[in-house]
């Protein structure tokens, strides 16, 4: 029984591995064996039924000659073992490809795909497979980058801490206060790295700890612009907050849900030219409370609209380390709420928070 793979260019073959040859003789015997117990049980039904056929007819008198009777029963065992036997290769083919893909996935290529053909429970099967391995390709892909990002991001604190005390030592930089401060500075931002980071990875696995109570989200939107304004006002930039309704009470953990605003706040003001507004606007909606913050910025175009949420991605305009609001989506995902955004070049951008009652 042959079948094939689909492989991508480049892709070295596993398939002539000591292990690989080993797995494929070992399921190759099994389906030997399969066929010849089938077989087996085949010709033990004919020859019951060759003599239940004749106990029958010498009862009522009937005289079978056994020429005939041989020519019946073989005619019928041949039909039959041809009917068992295309039938089998139906299933048998494509259940051995999808075997044999599994195994190289087990060894970690996750580029195999295989054909869909066969029955139709055998097409699925193979259609199954396929997602479930490209979405495995995906899941390593993304892990390798994320691993590529976060050695990128430590790097660079960790240089210019390294860089600046070697200076201090070497006596290139004065030990004065001023570049005590800079470096503490710098352990700073390794420090915010690092609890990103961590905060990410229990979000991940379930675990991140929210400390929920009923919190007035109208009273805490404005809290967070009355904080946000003097940074707003530095690239005179005027920073309003607006609402539908008097209060919000909603069961949240108000230090994650500032954590949110905050990012989402600091990152409209960031990209908004001076002289413009950065609004946020408190609604009651059938599915929870919203609050939309609007900016008059640059906007962004589909493909980095598309990414806005991803870890460590930064458009062409932006700073840090590209986890906000990779964060600020966890945390509002935590809450059961979700977050979108939709912006267009030259035209600003619109986050929006809905927050479950």
Same mark, same amino acid.
Request: aromatic share 6%; no cysteine.
């Given at each position: 029984?042959?079948?094939?793979?689909?492989?991508?260019?480049?892709?070295?073959?596993?398939?002539?591995?000591?292990?690989?040859?080993? %797995?494929?003789?070992? *399921?190759?015997?099994?389906?030997?064996?399969?066929?010849?117990? #089938?077989? #087996? #049980?085949?010709?033990?039904?004919?020859?019951?039924? +060759?003599?239940?056929?004749? /106990?029958?007819?010498?009862?009522?008198?009937?005289?079978?000659? +056994?020429?005939?009777?041989?020519?019946?029963?073989?005619?019928? =065992?041949?039909?039959?073992?041809?009917?068992?036997?295309?039938?089998? *290769?139906?299933?048998? /083919?494509?259940?051995?490809?999808?075997?044999?893909?599994?195994?190289?996935?087990?060894?970690?290529?996750? /580029?195999?795909?295989?054909?869909?053909?066969?029955?139709?429970?055998?097409?699925?099967?193979?259609?199954?497979?396929? @997602?479930?391995?490209?979405?495995?390709?995906?899941?390593?892909?993304? *892990? $390798?980058?994320?691993?590529?990002?976060?050695?990128?991001?430590? &790097?660079?604190?960790?240089?210019?801490?390294?860089?600046?005390?070697?200076?201090?030592?070497?006596?290139?930089?004065? $030990?004065?206060? $001023?570049?005590?401060?800079?470096?503490?500075?710098?352990?700073?931002?390794?420090?915010?790295?690092?609890?990103?980071?961590? @905060?990410? =990875?229990?979000?991940?696995?379930?675990?991140?700890?929210?400390?929920?109570?009923?919190?007035?989200?109208?009273?805490?939107?404005?809290?967070?612009?009355?904080?946000? /304004?003097?940074?707003?006002?530095?690239?005179?930039?005027?920073?309003?907050?607006? +609402?539908?309704?008097?209060?919000?009470?909603?069961?949240?953990?108000?230090?994650?849900?500032?954590?949110?605003? @905050?990012?989402?706040?600091?990152?409209?003001? *960031?990209?908004? #030219?001076? !002289?413009?507004?950065?609004?946020?606007?408190?609604?009651?909606?059938?599915?929870?409370?919203? %609050?939309?913050? &609007?900016?008059?910025?640059? !906007?962004?175009?589909?493909?980095?609209?598309?990414?806005?949420?991803?870890?460590?991605?930064?458009?062409? =305009?932006?700073?840090?380390? !590209?986890?906000?609001?990779?964060?600020?989506?966890? %945390?509002?995902?935590?809450?059961?709420?979700?977050?979108?955004?939709?912006?267009? $070049?030259?035209?600003? @951008?619109?986050?929006?928070?809905?927050?479950?009652?």
């Amino acid at each position: 029984m042959r079948h094939s793979f689909k492989r991508e260019r480049g892709e070295p073959s596993r398939s002539n591995s000591p292990r690989f040859v080993t %797995i494929r003789r070992t *399921r190759a015997r099994f389906f030997r064996r399969v066929a010849f117990t #089938a077989f #087996a #049980a085949l010709w033990f039904s004919v020859a019951g039924m +060759s003599v239940t056929i004749w /106990t029958i007819a010498h009862r009522f008198g009937v005289q079978l000659r +056994s020429p005939i009777l041989v020519l019946v029963v073989l005619f019928f =065992a041949v039909a039959v073992m041809i009917l068992i036997f295309g039938g089998m *290769r139906k299933f048998a /083919t494509p259940l051995e490809a999808v075997m044999d893909a599994a195994d190289r996935v087990a060894e970690g290529d996750y /580029t195999v795909r295989v054909p869909s053909w066969g029955p139709l429970p055998m097409r699925a099967l193979a259609h199954s497979f396929n @997602t479930m391995t490209e979405r495995l390709q995906n899941a390593d892909r993304l *892990r $390798r980058n994320i691993m590529a990002d976060v050695a990128h991001e430590l &790097r660079t604190p960790l240089s210019v801490l390294q860089g600046r005390l070697e200076g201090l030592i070497d006596g290139v930089y004065p $030990r004065d206060d $001023r570049q005590l401060a800079e470096l503490l500075e710098e352990t700073r931002v390794l420090s915010r790295l690092i609890e990103d980071l961590r @905060t990410l =990875a229990l979000s991940d696995a379930g675990a991140l700890p929210l400390q929920r109570e009923s919190t007035d989200v109208v009273e805490l939107v404005r809290d967070v612009v009355r904080s946000m /304004t003097a940074e707003a006002d530095k690239k005179s930039v005027s920073l309003d907050a607006n +609402s539908s309704i008097e209060t919000a009470m909603v069961d949240v953990d108000p230090v994650r849900i500032r954590e949110v605003l @905050t990012n989402i706040l600091s990152n409209a003001v *960031r990209h908004s #030219a001076s !002289g413009t507004s950065v609004t946020v606007f408190v609604d009651d909606t059938e599915h929870g409370v919203a %609050i939309v913050v &609007r900016d008059a910025g640059g !906007g962004m175009s589909s493909e980095e609209l598309a990414r806005i949420f991803d870890r460590f991605y930064k458009g062409s =305009a932006s700073r840090g380390s !590209g986890l906000g609001l990779a964060i600020a989506k966890s %945390i509002v995902t935590a809450h059961g709420g979700e977050i979108r955004a939709w912006s267009e $070049r030259g035209k600003g @951008t619109i986050v929006e928070v809905i927050l479950p009652r």
